[in-house]
């Protein structure tokens, strides 16, 4: 069995002490740069101290082989047999001095964690602090510039809900649970007609159809708003007023309703305009049956008439069939009257228009009809303007018009009043007003009075054509009639007990020499 | 003051009162001061090494469990950890094989073609193979090496962000 050389083991030990103090060296630098970059960290810390031990520990070992194989392979062993148990006992001291490092930095760790959570918290803290300080320090010197701003943006707001409430055309209104109004804009106050000095006024009182009110306080409870609810209301001034309401209702913090706002739209004029659509269709289709009826009946009629007189030149003038025969003829002639009427009013009769003065047709009226007006305690008052331009028209049935308004008036007035005629004229037309001081007309027959055949007087008294006719004329003449009851006083401008009837005619441009035409 | 420390300086001042008393006594039969016999530097070292793995041990324990301690560098610690053990093991069987050696199992000692004598036993291979134990400690300082480099380029790159 061959022996083991150990030159290889020496070999290794000189070099490996080398090495080892070289890299241990390394390391402690890089962990000295380390704390260099980082102080105040632990860790960087522990090892630092960690490399230094070891750096020591390699240092001793490394140097205590290399000069223990110098020694010894140079013959100065005895030199070496007293410096090994120097080495030896620093080799042991720092190897212990690496232990106490190590388990130093249990200990350290724990204290280096617990400082480092406070500290974080304290730096937290600290940050909040500044934060807030600064904040409070921003909000201290721009707080007057905030209020200012906030003041501002607030009063401008404010402001263009102020102008958008007080210059709506339409209702806008605020009232409390008991519908008394606590506050409502300008158009409010002029459309519903009462006073803006008025200190309560109750919403819930100014419906006139109680179904109407129950359904918006119905729906107010239940659904917390109403929508498009067609009310009717009368103002201080006596008008009906068509208003298209639309509400919310109100609630406290406990959800009771406390009130209600809404926005209400005044539908009048459309309604108006609405029903004379209505009512001019009508009237067309009515003119157009009664043309188509008269023309039928108008041939029969003057055959029968032609034979009646035929037959009573046949018989004596004081026979019974003479008086027979006359009293068909009588009957006749009426029936071919109101026949003549139907056509005049489905605008089908011969007409013989020319330039004509207004004024002049209802004095000649007038002179015809004022004396009978008088006796039954009738007084005219005539305002007329005397540069009314002409107007193009049939001057016998325009008579027919005015006298028709004029016996409708008388009808109207039994215990005596005022019959107002008032001429005007605007850019385009002539403008007649005939009012009366009568009993008016009411508002559920106000849409039928221009009806064929409708009459409120007895039966016998009216064939119910009167209206019909002068409604027949004037529009055959291009223009328009309207009834207006009650009246509204031209000088008062409030409502008057009566009725008015506006007729407008077109006016005939001056430079128009054509004054004659036949139709 | 405290009862406590307030006993500490009682204690303090009779020791220092009561010292050259005692130094001036009979001191043959005292047998105060214990003699250190040659095998106890032995023991201390071996001691030593033990205390230092125990501490490896620990630190190896710690940076792996630590869940803060998630960088690369703690790799090549943990690395260096388990390498300087094990040395540290390999040094204590060297120095206890070397302990049953004589100067008969040595061929031309202190020489540089010194040999270990044959026949060769377990506890002579043993000895010639911890002879060798650089091969263990200069890696372990290298892994030591890269890993405070690891951490020092980490700080660096932190920084400079």
């Known amino acids: 069995m061959t022996a083991l050389p150990l030159l290889p083991a020496v070999a290794v030990e000189f070099f490996g002490s080398g090495l080892a103090i070289l890299f241990s060296f390394t390391a402690l630098w890089y962990a000295w740069a380390l704390v260099r970059l980082r102080p105040d960290n632990f860790i960087w810390g522990f090892l630092f101290y960690f490399c230094i031990a070891m750096a020591a520990f390699s240092l001793s070992r490394g140097v205590g082989h290399m000069v223990r194989i110098f020694l010894v392979y140079s013959d100065h062993e005895p030199i070496w047999k007293k410096l090994s148990p120097y080495s030896g006992g620093f080799n042991t001291m720092l190897m212990i001095s690496v232990a106490a490092v190590t388990i130093y930095y249990h200990k350290g760790l724990e204290a280096y964690k617990a400082i480092r959570a406070k500290a974080e918290k304290l730096t937290e803290a600290n940050t909040n602090l500044a934060t807030s300080a600064e904040q409070l320090r921003q909000l201290n010197s721009h707080l007057e510039e905030m209020v200012e701003e906030r003041t501002r943006n607030l009063s401008e707001s404010e402001k263009k809900f102020r102008n958008f409430f007080q210059n709506s055309k339409d209702i806008i209104y605020f009232c409390d649970i008991n519908g008394i109004i606590t506050n409502i804009n300008p158009s409010g106050i002029r459309l519903l007609g009462f006073d803006a000095q008025q200190t309560s006024v109750n919403f819930h009182h100014l419906f006139n159809n109680a179904n109407v009110l129950e359904r918006y306080l119905a729906e107010l409870h239940d659904n917390g708003s109403v929508s498009d609810l067609e009310m009717q209301c009368t103002g201080k001034d006596g008008t009906t007023r068509h208003i298209l309401l639309s509400a919310n209702a109100l609630y406290d913090q406990h959800g009771k309703i406390i009130g209600c706002e809404g926005i209400g739209k005044d539908m009048t004029r459309i309604k108006t305009i609405t029903e004379q659509l209505i009512n001019q269709e009508k009237m067309a289709s009515i003119g157009q049956i009664a043309a188509g009826v008269a023309h039928e009946i108008n041939t029969p009629l003057g055959i029968i008439l032609g034979y009646t007189q035929l037959m009573m030149d046949d018989f004596t003038q004081d026979s019974e069939m003479a008086d027979n025969l006359k009293v068909v003829e009588r009957q006749t002639t009426a029936c071919r009257r109101i026949v003549a009427d139907l056509l005049k009013f489905s605008r089908q009769s011969e007409s013989e228009k020319s330039r004509i003065d207004i004024n002049r047709i209802i004095e000649e009226v007038l002179s015809v009809t004022e004396h009978t007006l008088n006796l039954h305690q009738i007084s005219v008052i005539r305002r007329f303007d005397a540069n009314l331009p002409a107007i193009f028209g049939d001057a016998e049935k325009l008579h027919q018009v005015f006298i028709n308004l004029f016996n409708n008036a008388q009808h109207a007035m039994q215990d005596g009043g005022k019959i107002i005629l008032q001429t005007g004229k605007t850019v385009q037309d002539v403008r007649v007003s005939v009012e009366d001081t009568g009993t008016g007309i009411a508002d559920s027959i106000r849409n039928k009075v221009f009806d064929p055949f409708f009459t409120t007087k007895e039966v016998g008294k009216g064939t119910g054509l009167g209206l019909s006719v002068t409604y027949g004329i004037v529009q055959e003449h291009g223009g328009t009639i309207q009834v207006e009851s009650p009246r509204i006083d031209p000088t008062t401008h409030l409502p008057s007990p009566g009725t008015a009837f506006h007729l407008r005619f077109p006016a005939i441009a001056k430079n128009n020499t054509n004054d004659k035409e036949h139709q | ?161």
Request: glycine residues 4%.
């Open chain 2, 1 to 161: 003051m405290s009862r406590e420390l307030q006993m500490n300086k009682y204690i303090i001042i009779y020791s220092i009162g009561l010292t050259p008393l005692l130094l001036l006594g009979q001191t043959e039969t005292a047998w105060a001061l214990q003699s250190h016999s040659a095998p106890e530097g032995l023991y201390v070292h071996q001691m030593a090494h033990l205390l230092f793995m125990g501490a490896l041990a620990y630190l190896y324990w710690h940076t792996r469990y630590s869940p803060v301690l998630i960088s690369k560098g703690w790799k090549y610690l943990r690395l260096f950890c388990i390498l300087l053990f094990c040395w540290n093991l390999l040094a204590f069987a060297g120095h206890q094989a070397f302990e049953h050696l004589t100067s008969s199992d040595f061929i031309n000692k202190n020489n540089l073609t010194e040999q270990i004598a044959p026949p060769l036993s377990f506890v002579k291979v043993l000895y010639s193979v911890t002879k060798m134990d650089h091969f263990l400690n200069v890696p372990a300082l290298l892994t030591l090496t890269i890993s405070l480099r690891t951490f020092y380029l980490e700080v660096l790159k932190e920084d400079s962000l």
